[in-house]
């Protein structure tokens, strides 16, 4: 699925330059489900960003598949993330004036689906969560671990190749987490996804046989 | 997608809709009341002019008063010889009456009628003798009474300084024979327009209408007959059929007019035969304006170049140029329009404009981790742009019509309350000095109209186009500026732990 090599990402700001990873290299295979841990700052996010095709790396390389991302222009960085890449952020990340169900429904602006196909899906997507009575609900109007339902929702909604999720349970409390987590290792089992999760929570990091450890920009199996 | 996310954006975030909308709603009210004042000042003004020279004239010639010289003083003296007056009770009767070229008019040959006519693109031209009859009289008291003040029985001029009510109403006079000694004079004036009966209708008399009698016809060419302005007629107590005089002649009122134009101002009190009228005031063969028709609005300028070649020493004025000869409020309110009001409107519109696009940038900025999550889930730039424009033009079009809305009921409140605004045009040939005595007598009429006009504010689509116009400029800028900022996020953003 994913093979990085040598990879760099510096942000280089107006004084100095933060370098958030230095020269990693990383392999993680189709269906993988891995976990990442580390302290604060440490990059993990910024590995996210070069894998979710969100940023193109300093040097170095990441393959998804057989495309470089470090090479792709914005526009098919974009086709990329619209299609094959879903994510789940620790903030939800909902659009608050939209519903629950046009939220959904977002992810699939990009691809084309026409108007009756994209409502069936989004509403089969919000099933799938289980939250298929809250469909015309506001964010505002759902509590957080629902909101989180609503985000995952639209990241499966477009069937992607891999999820990932920036510490998808640091605003939940530990029922919910645990329901959530529950929910993204049921989707990742039943849908032959990749899965890398980002977490603080060593509660969560346990549930794979798979963990990294990044800290000040260098990557660590464990 | 766009319409239901845009529907969203706005009703979910009212209090920013709402602000981009009112501000650019007063503004484009603001334009509205500004040019419908504007227009309905204009229109004003043009109805006061209209008044004076006619409905389709588009250009008059006159000619500038030469100052005169001492001594030529025009129409303020009255010579009383001692017949006169008829003596009764040691107190003589006198009166005297004049018909003269109104004040401040200049005359001049009649040629240039047929000089004007000649010019190419001129249609038609009329020539007109704008006079003023003077009725002076009074009683003196006999001179053994010595009054000083009082002028000598016999021989010698009396210079009227006595009491002058200068009103055309006619007022007898009073004080006299009572042996108190007062002298008692009374100045009765009116307006006199001679016109060519035969010529075809242009000029002063196209803005008025018949009411009673007939109008003059060709075959009253050098018959003592006159049409009365209604007005007149009403504070003379005349009708058709009745008789009053002119400079010592009897005239029959076989017609009475009233002033079509909005104001209700007309040029004259009293029409005549133009032939009469060059006679009874030793005028032969003169005229004091003449009113010029164009052909076609375009070639006004060309025509008014001609005109001034053919009669080197006329003053040749447009439409145009004699719009700035309306004084009074009238002039104040269109020079306040047109510098207060459109100041004011270009001020308003950039502060509206500035509000919707700060407010807009800073919408946009505020909503810097949503565009992110937009640019994540693949959203490209430009439906993202187009998403953002879309909410800044509809918020635009929203402050648009309120803004139609509010400016008409604007117009129509002003319309209700129809304030009165006065305009006196005086004749543009009153460039030149009255001459000595002229302000000793200054309160009599010249040849002008005075009156109030009523504002009343027009209402027209074009002005609405140009509103509903601006508002989408307004909304289309707006949107140009937080469609770039938006453009400007990183997709990365979308990762921000607050928003
Ligand atoms: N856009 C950016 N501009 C400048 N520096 C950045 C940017 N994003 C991240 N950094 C820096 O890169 C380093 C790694 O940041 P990153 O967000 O990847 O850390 P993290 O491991 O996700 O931390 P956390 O657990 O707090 O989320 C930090 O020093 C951070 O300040
Ligand atoms: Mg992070």
Known sequence: ?222 | MFATYLRRELLGRKRQTLIIAIGMALAIALVIVVNAVAAGVQSAQASVLQSVYGVGTDITVTEAAAAPADGQAPGQRFDFGAADGTTTDGTTAVSSSRLEAGRGTTTFDAAAVSTASGVDGVSNAVGVLSLTNTTFDGQIPGGAQGQQGGAPTDAGTGTGTGTTDGTTDGTPPTGGPDGAGGSAFNLDSFTVLGYDPAADALGPLTAVSLTDGRALTADDAGTDNAILDSDYATSSDLAVGDTFDIAGTTFTVVGIVTSTSADGASASNVYIPLDVAQTLSGLDGQISSVYVQAASSDSIDAIKADLETALPDNTVNTQADLASSVSGSLSSASTLVSNLGTWLSILVLVAAFLVAILFTISGVTRRTREFGTLKALGWSNRRIVGQVAGESLVQGAIGGALGVALGLIGILVVNLIAPTIGASTTSVQAAGPGGPGGGRFGAVASAAASADVTLQLPFTFAIIGIAVGLAVLGGLLAGAFGGWRAARLRPAAAFRSVN
């Open chain 1, 1 to 222: 699925m994913y093979q990085l090599t040598g990879v760099t990402k510096s942000y280089s700001q107006t004084k100095r330059t933060v370098t958030a990873l230095k020269d990693v290299d990383l392999t993680i295979a189709d269906g993988e489900l891995v976990m990442i841990q580390g302290p604060t700052g440490g990059g993990k996010s910024t590995l996210l960003q070069l894998l979710g095709a969100l940023d193109r790396p300093t040097s170095g390389s990441v393959m998804l598949g057989d495309a470089d991302l470090a090479k792709q222009d914005d526009r098919k960085l974009g086709e990329l993330r619209a299609s094959e890449i879903g994510f789940v952020f620790q903030g939800f990340n909902l659009i608050p004036t939209l519903t629950a169900q046009e939220n959904v429904e977002t992810a699939l602006e990009p691809l084309k689906v026409s108007g009756p196909e994209r409502i069936r899906r989004a509403r089969e997507a919000l099933e799938s969560v289980g939250l298929a009575d809250r469909a015309t609900h506001l964010p505002s109007e759902l509590s957080g671990g629902q909101q989180q339902r609503v985000a995952i929702a639209r990241a499966l909604v477009k069937e992607p190749r891999v999820l990932l999720a920036d510490e998808p349970t640091g605003n939940l409390d530990e029922q919910t987490r645990d329901e959530i987590m529950d929910l993204l290792e049921g989707l990742w089992r039943d849908r032959g996804l990749t899965l890398i999760v980002v977490t603080h929570d060593s509660e969560v990091a346990r549930r794979s046989p798979r963990r990294l450890r990044i800290k000040n920009g260098t990557v660590a199996e464990r």
